[in-house]
């Protein structure tokens, strides 16, 4: 059903005037139209659903066209080309995010909450729309929903004694967290609809050869597992790790508040480390 995931695309790979023209709604729209009702929205919605439904492979301008019912040529009246258009589905898609985290209530609500909402949001998101996990964002084109997501967030972490830095660390490192949880599952919703062969199927076929691999005593700490032990699934791991994760921010943010000396700036100080290291130049 979709391409594997493999990093295929990444943002700003179009002209990024006109993408932030387009997001931020300062680009004039056509005197014309090919088609009454059509604009911008709609045409960033039909690619998403497009890439939603067959993955981002298969998304062109000519198939968004075909979704809509107009001529490829009638898209271009609205967005330049794919590159622009990527950047605004990434930014249409960013709406889950701040739903429950800028709420009139987050005042009330306290940081672990908060993350615990952003990491919640992330991961719906990637499940949602899997084809998110082959763009680069490590260059992100900032709109209007996306710059809100963000702002949100960063809403949870006031009052801490936190550095600028550290916050957008503590954001960075749960992106991360939750990018990596949620890739592992859909490569392995992936790999059973690609090949053909379930999951059953796949361990059957391997069995008779890890017995006899447990029964020879060459792996002792493999043979000593439960049977269960790989029955966690992708939200199971997402709370295990996500706990000791937010309980090791408290500890930084319980430091800060007792002494807001005690500890620099953790992205400061891994930058000066990596500048001192001839590897990293």
Not at 75 to 90: Q, W
Request: glycine share 10%; net charge negative.
């Amino acid at each position: 059903m979709f391409d594997t995931m493999a990093t295929t695309e990444h943002t700003g790979s179009g002209d990024l005037s006109r993408s932030m023209a387009l997001l931020w709604g300062t680009d004039e729209p056509p005197s014309r139209g090919p088609k009454p009702g059509l604009s911008v929205a709609a045409v960033v919605t039909a690619a998403v659903e497009l890439a939603d439904e067959e993955g981002l492979a298969a998304l062109s301008m000519r198939k968004v066209a075909a979704r809509l019912g107009v001529g490829t040529m009638s898209l271009y009246r609205y967005v330049p080309g794919k590159g622009e258009l990527l950047d605004l589905m990434l930014d249409h898609v960013q709406g889950p995010l701040t739903e429950g985290v800028d709420q009139g209530d987050r005042e009330d609500r306290d940081w672990r909450a908060t993350l615990e909402l952003v990491a919640q949001g992330t991961w719906n998101l990637f499940l949602r729309h899997p084809w998110l996990l082959q763009i680069n964002q490590t260059r992100p084109v900032l709109g209007p929903r996306s710059l809100a997501a963000f702002d949100a967030a960063l809403a949870g972490l006031r009052g801490l004694g936190l550095t600028g830095r550290e916050k957008v660390s503590m954001l960075v490192t749960i992106d991360n967290f939750v990018t990596g949880t949620a890739r592992m599952v859909v490569l392995a919703r992936q790999s059973a609809e690609q090949s053909g062969v379930s999951d059953e199927e796949f361990w059957s076929a391997q069995t008779p050869f890890l017995n006899a691999a447990m029964s020879s005593g060459a792996y002792p700490e493999v043979a000593g597992l439960p049977a269960d032990v790989f029955d966690s699934d992708g939200l199971d791991i997402l709370a295990f790790g996500l706990t000791p994760l937010l309980d090791g921010f408290a500890a930084v943010i319980d430091a800060r508040a007792h002494d807001p000396g005690a500890q620099p700036d953790a992205a400061h100080t891994l930058g000066a480390a990596m500048g001192a290291c001839p590897e990293t130049g």
